[in-house]
């Protein structure tokens, strides 16, 4: 007897110390979530994350030493946990009670996610109070793919003898949409060093690229059924800009290179948004004509 009212004593600790830890694990709600489960290996992967206070006092969540306040934890298929690329610093940050705060942390730069694969995601909060497990978000499951690239060509860099880049237009449908994205690869490694969504895509027009004298990748694609969009990037991926034009009196846009090497949109009409938007102020209501109109 003394046996068994010992066994359910350490029974009921044991349901105690679980009831303890579900109510001090609730008193900080964490939720991520992400726009798409599918992701091109290479782009960034951007995680939204939401933590509400619980706890009825205002909280400050920093780092403690060299424990992070904040861990993501990304784990590949097979269980193991991805590569990581560093420690990341997300700063203190301080919620009032019964408010919540939202980041929005790109876990590309945490962990290599280059190889393409599946993975999953949670997040991690600790604060002072909490137990070495912290509080857990859910988990999210997410499936990096690699796809042949309708358009490449190998350029040299400017300044570097030796070293090659190989550009790369890929159009990827994700969550039943189409984006096209300019990839940048390292010519010696065969990694990617850039991968960038351009946006959305209508395909019944064939994207069309070309590289410049000076390695500038130009790409012309249709956005929309009214306009095309003239994006380009550099040998070390970064980003240069993009135009918006609309079709000319000769048919649709083109790019087009000079015999100086530059490339440029011809066939087109450039659209400038400033002076579209003061064309259409400048257009009056009806509610705003007069009230007599004589012929």
């Not at 509400?52 to 193991?80: F, Y």
Request: charged letters at 20%; a positive charge; hydrophobic letters at 40%.
């Amino acid at each position: 007897m003394a046996v068994m009212n010992r066994t359910v004593k350490q029974l009921i600790l044991s349901l105690a110390a679980l009831i303890c830890t579900a109510v001090g694990h609730a008193q900080i709600g964490v939720n991520i979530r992400m726009n798409s489960a599918q992701i091109l290996a290479g782009e960034n992967v951007l995680v939204g994350v939401t933590i509400t206070n619980n706890t009825g006092n205002d909280i400050v969540l920093a780092n403690q030493g060299r424990t992070s306040w904040l861990d993501m934890v990304v784990k590949r298929g097979n269980g193991e946990v991805a590569s990581g690329l560093g420690k990341t610093n997300f700063g203190a940050v301080k919620i009032g009670a019964g408010q919540t705060v939202a980041k929005t942390i790109d876990i590309s730069q945490i962990y290599n996610l280059r190889e393409p694969g599946s993975y999953s995601v949670s997040a991690i909060i600790r604060d002072l109070g909490a137990q070495s497990t912290g509080f857990i978000s859910n988990r999210l499951l997410f499936n990096c793919a690699t796809v042949r690239p309708d358009w490449s060509q190998k350029v040299g860099v400017p300044g570097s003898p030796g070293k090659t880049r190989e550009y790369r237009v890929i159009n990827f449908t994700s969550s039943s949409r189409t984006k096209l994205y300019a990839q940048l690869i390292d010519g010696k490694t065969g990694t990617s060093i850039q991968t960038l969504c351009l946006g959305e895509a209508l395909l019944f027009r064939k994207p069309q690229a070309s590289v410049d004298r000076s390695q500038v990748l130009h790409i012309l694609y249709l956005a929309s059924p009214e306009f095309y969009v003239h994006a380009r990037m550099d040998v070390n991926g970064k980003f240069l800009g993009r135009d918006l034009h609309k079709r000319g009196a000769s048919g649709d846009p083109r790019l087009m290179t000079f015999g100086d090497g530059s490339v440029k949109v011809a066939g087109s009409i450039l659209y400038d948004a400033a002076a579209a938007a003061e064309a259409q102020a400048k257009i009056r209501k009806i509610s705003e004509r007069p009230p007599y109109v004589y012929n």
